[in-house]
């Protein structure tokens, strides 16, 4: 079955404790994103890679970090979190090639940075 | 800026047609795509458009017109489980990576 796999769902921290979000596909597919979605917003893009050891920076890449050193994989590090970073976050993979305009998102990770 | 408008909320009743416009200002444009997610669950793609003119999928059609930066998700024959939010993202590089959403329009569906 197709997936994409985000760990943990929730996740409840405090200001300063470093922690990583995973990510995990098994599509094969080139593109890895990551997203943060708060009440009443849209989906603003943190960072985005393209294939392995190639990223860049979406919208809102401050106090994130990212590495895609597997194409299957594409974790999302906060190295200091802080509680504006509380949210709920997505990561979506894209295929090349012609379908490479949809996006497949996994189940979401609920953060509570307290 | 980057930024898409969207209507923040749309009521309508079962088995009717409602329209979600989606107006557009970004760095780049390659196509807009329309999601459909439920009460915070992960997004689920409906429909892509690159070139003017209407994408037909069963009861989902999407519209574009790249001359207006504009475009419109249409939905026909409402049920009750397309209450939900609906996001119109832009597509702004040859790469497809880079993308930006608006900030959705929830519609509530009424028998």
């Known amino acids: 079955e197709a997936q994409v796999t985000q760990n943990p769902r929730y996740l409840i921290t405090v200001t300063g404790k470093k922690l990583t979000v995973t990510c995990s596909q098994n599509m094969n597919h080139e593109y890895m994103s990551w997203y943060r979605q708060d009440p009443g917003l849209g989906l603003r893009q943190i960072y985005y890679?393209?294939?392995?050891?190639?990223?860049d920076k979406g919208d809102v890449p401050e106090g994130y970090k990212v590495s895609r050193k597997e194409k299957r994989n594409f974790p999302l590090i906060l190295e200091s979190p802080s509680p504006n970073q509380t949210s709920l976050y997505f990561c979506?993979?894209?295929?090349?090639?012609?379908?490479?305009?949809?996006?497949?998102f996994g189940a979401g990770t609920r953060l509570s940075v307290l | 800026g980057q930024s898409l408008e969207q209507p923040s909320e749309v009521t309508a009743v079962e088995g009717a047609i409602v329209q979600i416009n989606c107006t557009y200002q970004?760095?780049?444009?390659?196509?807009l795509s329309w999601y459909q997610q439920h009460d915070g669950g992960a997004p689920t793609f409906l429909s892509y458009n690159a070139l003017d003119g209407l994408e037909e999928t069963g009861r989902f059609s999407s519209f574009l017109s790249r001359s207006d930066s504009y475009g419109y998700l249409l939905l026909q024959e409402l049920q009750m489980k397309d209450s939900a939010s609906y996001f119109c993202a832009v597509r702004e590089n040859t790469n497809a990576g880079k993308s930006t959403f608006g900030d959705g329009t929830t519609l509530t569906v009424k028998p």
């Open positions: 979506a993979t894209q295929p090349g090639g012609p379908r490479k305009n949809i996006q497949y």
């Open positions: 890679s393209m294939n392995v050891e190639v990223t």
């Open positions: 970004t760095s780049g444009f390659y196509g």
